[in-house]
């Protein structure tokens, strides 16, 4: 498995590190296939329409480095409750991973407790990507991703 609560930490200790005890905040953190740990924070912009998610830092960074993701996590403060949340990847986040291929973990939220996580797939939190159609029904390669 190359989701850890390692990965989980880094997010959180970006969190920490970027933001001050009590103001609203998030990081995410990516495991590469090699090993190494990439972390990224979302833009605080004036204009909403402006923001990025959390993760695209580091997927950008990746992929600019021609670096394999096997993994990624993702937190925000909760501040009205004083912890910390495990938030899966969006739409948006999940189609970026797709480069990556169906087997990349991602953090999950219990169901029980959505300050502690779970491992998934790319495949199992997005079973019916569309990009398959493409690609005879398999997951498309890199090739067809960047074509």
């Known amino acids: 498995m190359h989701l850890d ?3 989980v930490d880094a997010a959180v200790e970006l969190t920490d590190r ?3 005890a009590g103001e609203p905040g998030g990081a995410a953190a990516v495991r590469l296939a090699d090993g190494g740990i990439l972390t ?3 833009l605080d ?3 909403g329409s402006a923001a990025l998610c959390q993760e695209t830092g580091a997927f950008i960074q990746a992929y600019t480095q021609d670096r394999a993701v096997v993994a990624s996590a993702c937190v925000c403060r909760d501040l ?3 912890r910390v949340l495990i938030l899966p990847p969006c739409g948006i ?3 970026r991973l797709a480069l990556w291929g169906p087997g990349v973990e991602v953090a999950v939220p219990r169901a029980d407790d959505p300050t502690k996580w779970e491992p998934r797939t790319l495949a199992e939190v997005h ?3 569309w990009g398959r159609q493409f690609a005879d029904g398999e997951w498309p390669g890199t090739g067809l991703h960047a074509g």
Do not use: A, I, K
């Open 45 to 47: 912009n004036l204009h």
């Open 18 to 20: 970027r933001w001050p």
């Open 93 to 95: 986040c999940q189609e």
């Open 5 to 7: 609560q390692g990965l």
């Open 127 to 129: 079973p019916y990507y």
């Open 80 to 82: 009205e409750r004083g």
């Open 40 to 42: 990224s924070v979302g």
